[in-house]
């Protein structure tokens, strides 16, 4: 049997579950890896290959780095690498419809989400965000929409009170890779029909700021605990403390925390000792258990108060809360 000749295009750490897959499965052959170019990080700006080149070359694979998807001279690169099928995953660019015309058997891409639901680019911290009891990953066949082509297969995962969203990433991952390879050769030989999506139900998972991970002590205790666990890594969840009239506000970052049932105005510290720092919400409050100073460690409560003491009363500053 002739292998399946595969152009797969992605750019972030999630897309490598799937490339290994694939470059490990005996019947296809991967023909290019196409990804964006390296971008500066660090202080000193120094040129980083994404994560999907990083393994594309381990192991090792041709490379394409085009700096548009749409660029004539991408688009004739493609044509010539006659692939039969093209996978995407979290590649970073809409497709223009020259690159979704080049292979016989279209373009599939890996969504992590339950499609129609959270189409674009933060489906997982959008999901915890919201507080979904479970999210998944999407096969669909590409079209000219943002997540809107129809769906080959789904497959679903609960979201657990442990999960963040780097842990559902990971569990994302190798779930889109399984569902990709068991998909595939149904799909490849016609037994599978792409079903339109549903026409009701679709919503969109905005970009990622950093100013999303500021705690708005407002919201009820639920959300801003939904929202920590969503932001996890990045950008985290962040409030700030004036010192005193005038003084610059002290950044705060959490690092653990749990619903607590008391109740007190929202941003108060409502108690604070070795069982964390509880703030009030504006519905019950958040035991805070881990967390850092701008410039220090990350530390248990305990030890935190020890060096930084907080007594009850003092108010978190809040984008919810009227001052």
């Given amino acids: 049997m002739t292998p399946l000749r595969i152009v797969f295009m992605g750019t972030a750490e999630l897309s490598c579950a799937t490339l290994q897959a694939l470059a490990s499965a005996p019947q296809i052959r991967v023909v290019a890896v196409v990804t964006q170019p390296d971008k500066p990080k660090g202080r000193d700006l120094r ?6 080149k990083s393994l594309a070359e381990q192991l090792p694979l041709p490379i394409l780095q085009p700096l548009r998807a749409r660029d004539e001279a991408f688009v004739a690169e493609l044509r010539a690498l006659k ?3 093209m996978v995407v995953v979290a590649y970073g660019q809409i497709l223009p419809p ?3 015309e080049v292979p016989r058997f279209g373009c599939l891409n890996l969504h992590t989400s339950l499609l129609p639901k959270y189409r674009g680019a933060a489906p997982i911290q959008r999901a915890i965000a919201e507080g979904e009891p479970e999210t998944g990953v999407t096969l669909m066949l590409m079209d000219a929409g943002l997540d809107t082509g129809p769906v080959l297969a789904a497959r679903r995962t609960p979201i657990l009170p442990a999960d963040d969203s780097q842990s559902v990433h990971d569990r994302l991952a ?7 390879l068991e998909t595939l050769p149904d799909y490849i030989a016609g037994k599978i029909l792409p079903q339109p999506q549903p026409g009701t139900g679709a919503s969109y998972a905005a970009k990622i700021k950093k100013e999303d991970g500021q705690i708005d002590w407002s919201r009820p205790a639920i959300q801003i605990w939904n929202r920590f666990r969503a932001f996890l890594p990045w950008p985290g969840a962040f409030t700030f403390l004036s010192d005193a009239a005038g003084a610059q506000p002290q950044l705060l970052k959490i690092w653990r925390a749990e619903v607590d049932g008391q109740s007190g105005p929202p941003g108060v510290v409502l108690s604070a000792d070795k069982s964390g720092i509880v703030v009030g919400c504006g519905q019950n409050a958040l035991r805070i258990l881990e967390l850092q100073r701008e410039g220090g460690r990350r530390l248990p409560a305990e030890q935190f108060l020890g060096g930084f003491p907080l007594k009850t009363g003092r108010v978190f500053e809040s984008p919810g809360i009227q001052k």
């Fill in 174 to 180: 190798q779930l889109g890779a399984g569902l990709l």
């Fill in 98 to 100: 020259a690159v979704l």
């Fill in 47 to 52: 040129l980083t290959p994404s994560p999907v």
């Fill in 83 to 85: 692939p039969d099928l």
